[in-house]
């Protein structure tokens, strides 16, 4: 059988290496050749002795995902459509700033998880994705942006903010986040790699444990009402269990912060007296606001926040000392700002049915003639 070496942290790669009866230094070499130097072919990893080369290449392959389309937005946000096979596509995306530069990274073929304003969530759910298809996402993206005239990557930050949720695919997902933060692969550091989460706890104090980034939390709503409406992950793991695991968190995370994150909803969850709760839910765990304007997709049955809403929302939450961020939409002319992320999801869940379904049996409920 071939396996595919994009699939390996180091620590797997010297295991592999074991078996084969060679030293586990071998591991760092291959992945310096593969995560360093973006090579694809083992012939050409020339510090490895060609018999042990020629092993390599009859049991193993680099097999990075095939990127099927590549758009460039007018303000330099890059969006790859890469093929997963069998009809699913998974999108990741650049999002270059003033001294950085941030790769928004897929986790899985849709979501399950239904978060009402979401379009990934809306498509359903297909599979979670191999390791090779996490890190492959910033293995494709270093080749095509490669480095600036210093020398140094282009890409400085991985947020997992694309499709899918992260901890929900979580063995996947932090075999890739070792290989991000591996020196002989991408070296990035635990503050610059973040994960981003609606909030499956037992799983946050996993990560906790096994490998703590930066940490954002999907908030979206101030109160239990609210957030079992528009995130339904919250009837599983209520907000006081919630703002207890972000607490947990902090003990080992890499910066003593946790950033919400709270997208503005117009008449749903964008007023004062929401800001106000939302302090007093926040109030014993250390953090930032990161509020992210709606962005609309269609028959979504939501509108973005009027800018003037924001503010006020924005205000509040600053007064009372906090740091807040309004997210700029990036990307907008190639579809790629947050929750807008499409892909191609062949949905095992037939959710886009379901909701026919109900659509059409609401409609029919409500034209029963009164009696
Ligand atoms: N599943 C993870 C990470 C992916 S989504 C999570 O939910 O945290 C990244 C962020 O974009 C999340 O905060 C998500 O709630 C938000 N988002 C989803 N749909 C959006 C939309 N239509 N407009 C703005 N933000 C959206
Ligand atoms: Fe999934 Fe995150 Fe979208 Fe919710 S917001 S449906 S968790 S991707």
Redo the contacts with the bound molecule.
Sequence with gaps: MTVNLLNFDQPALAAFFAELGEKPFRAKQVMRWIHHFGVTDIEQMTDIARPLREKLAAMAVIAPPEVKVEQISEDGTRKWLIDVGTGNGIETVFIPEEGRGTLCVSSQVG?????T?????RQGFNRNLEVSEIIGQLWVANKALGRDPKGDRIISNVVMMG???PLANFDNVVTALNIMLDDSAYGLSRRRVTV???GLVPAMDRLREECPVALAV?LHAPNDALRDEI?P?NRKYPLKELMAACRRYLEKAPRDFITFEYVMLDGVNDTVEHARQLLALVKDVPCKFNLIPFNPFPDSGYRTSRSEQIRRFRDTLMQAGYVVTTRKTRGEDIDAAC?QLAGKVQDKTRRAEKRVVRIVAEQAQHSVPNH
Excluded: D, K, N, R
């Design positions: 979501c399950a998880l239904e978060c304003f979401c379009s990934t969530g499709m899918g949720e981003s989460t609606s999907s995130v992950i929750g």
